[in-house]
């Protein structure tokens, strides 16, 4: 009798949701119990929780940098928003020796305009101002409203969930995780919510008069605050066309 040979493990797969400008406490893993988010909340709780982790930088591009490579933005040049990540740095799937591997990246990159394609991942799905989700978008008969072709960001907020970037990317996603689950893969989903203008077809989740906003929220600008910060205070608002007496909750992360 011809014995069979050992059946290898299964490889496991890594599927990486990476949402901006999201705190902690929005899920019920991490002691938050006023955003309604089943999904995420349910995964959190079948996962492993690392209660001990920080980011490098509270700024967009060089936090990002140092999840792709595992190093410090002042090493890797990526010190401040909208900087290119040297391509000196490889970001972690282009590390790996196993090569069996099939990799994509969708969503957000903020790493330079080339994104993620030729860096250790197979495939990209971008959201990047002409990227796929923008050709989706126009495929579907909505019209850029910016006079270069392009969507602001309070246009795409304001488009019902059926054609909202969070659902363009988990249609992807599934679609990705479908063809692919015979095989090792790397998956990594970031989206640009819950980032301003803080506005979505999930305004109404939450009645507002549950809503406890920072007192922050809503004051005036102080004499003393760096011009730089009241520019950029003063160009959100007039770029989401904030009603401070409501100021809706982005609640994208949540959806089904």
Known sequence: MVSQPAKLPRKPNLIVFLPDQQR??????????????????KLAFESVVFERTYVTHPVCTPSRSSLMTGTWPHINGCNRNNVPLDRRFRVFPDMMDDKDYHTAYMGKWHLGEEGPAGRGFHEWISTESRGDYANFLISTG??????????????????PLELSRP??????????????????FILIVAFVEPHSPYNGPLNDEHPLNEIDLDVTATLPEADNIPLRYRLMREWQQAEAALDRERLPIQLFFGIN
């Open 24 to 41: 902690a406490d929005t899920l019920a893993r991490y002691g938050g119990k006023k955003v309604h988010a089943p999904n995420l909340n």
């Open 142 to 159: 909505v019209t850029p409203d910016k006079q270069d072709g392009r969507f602001s960001e309070l246009a795409v907020s304001n488009l």
């Open 167 to 184: 659902k363009f990317l988990e249609m992807h996603a599934c679609e990705f995780i479908e063809k692919h689950r015979g095989e090792p």
